[in-house]
């Protein structure tokens, strides 16, 4: 699985952005797909996830109620939508996927080449 985010970009605080994340192969739909972020000199950190089956989603307290993660396995593509964004939302963000379990741990095999989103005050 192949794995491309785009997307990002220079935002005001409060303001929206979109994220999206195509994935190659005929199996998509059977992937967990998430984000994560990491901002410089801070760990990576996840962000959301959204399951294979039923879309069960996940998300991390820090983005819970302004980020929606959604998935259309028609079109292969997974989507962040980011609302009332934060200085603190700053980060390069990495789509992610794997075919095990959704978690909030880095367990993911794929890996995107990461989009940066930058927040302003």
């Known amino acids: 699985v192949q794995l491309q985010a785009f997307g990002g970009g220079l935002v005001q605080a409060g303001g929206s952005l979109r994220l999206s994340c195509a994935a190659s192969?005929?199996?998509?739909?059977?992937?967990?797909m998430g984000w994560f972020r990491q901002a410089p000199g801070k760990e990576r950190e996840f962000v959301a996830a959204v399951g294979w089956g039923v879309g069960s989603t996940l998300y991390s307290d820090s983005v819970k109620g302004r980020f929606t993660i959604s998935r259309d396995n028609a079109k292969n593509t997974v989507y962040l939508q980011m609302n009332s964004l934060k200085p603190e939302d700053t980060a390069i963000y990495y789509c992610?996927?794997?075919?095990?379990?959704?978690?909030?741990?880095?367990?993911?095999?794929?890996w995107g080449q990461g989009t940066q989103v930058t927040v302003s005050s």
């Open positions: 192969g005929r199996t998509f739909r059977t992937y967990n």
């Open positions: 992610v996927a794997n075919s095990m379990r959704v978690t909030t741990r880095p367990e993911y095999d794929y």
